[in-house]
């Protein structure tokens, strides 16, 4: 069994059991959260499509743990006109491990 969700603008294929890193959410460490934005729910052959979401649906996870992600480094640069840019990036990001999809 596995959901499609929706979360901080991305989409996501989760199965229970799974750990997924999605962008930050403002919940402590080792809380359970019920994610209701729920676009696809299948179960073998059963396959429930929402319009836009699935109604009755919710994949429940447990926050494992907050971080940063690598840094992602910005260059621009402008080839015989004395130009240089550099700037650096890391994305805050919440480990959710998947206990349950129902719906």
């Known amino acids: ?5 929706v979360t901080g603008g991305k989409q996501y294929r989760v199965a229970e059991g799974d750990v997924v890193k999605v962008e930050k959410l403002p919940v402590e460490a080792g809380a359970s959260i019920d994610l209701d934005n729920v676009l696809m ?9 929402g319009a836009p979401y699935v ?4 994949v429940t996870a447990t926050v494992k743990s907050h971080g940063r992600s690598d840094k992602v480094k910005i260059v621009k640069m402008r080839r015989r006109k004395h130009y240089r840019k550099q700037a650096g990036h890391r994305q805050h990001y919440t480990e959710l491990q998947i206990t349950g999809i129902s719906g």
């Open 55 to 58: 109604a009755g649906s919710k």
């Open 1 to 5: 069994m596995y959901a499609v969700i």
């Open 41 to 49: 729910v299948a179960n073998g052959d059963n396959v429930k499509v």
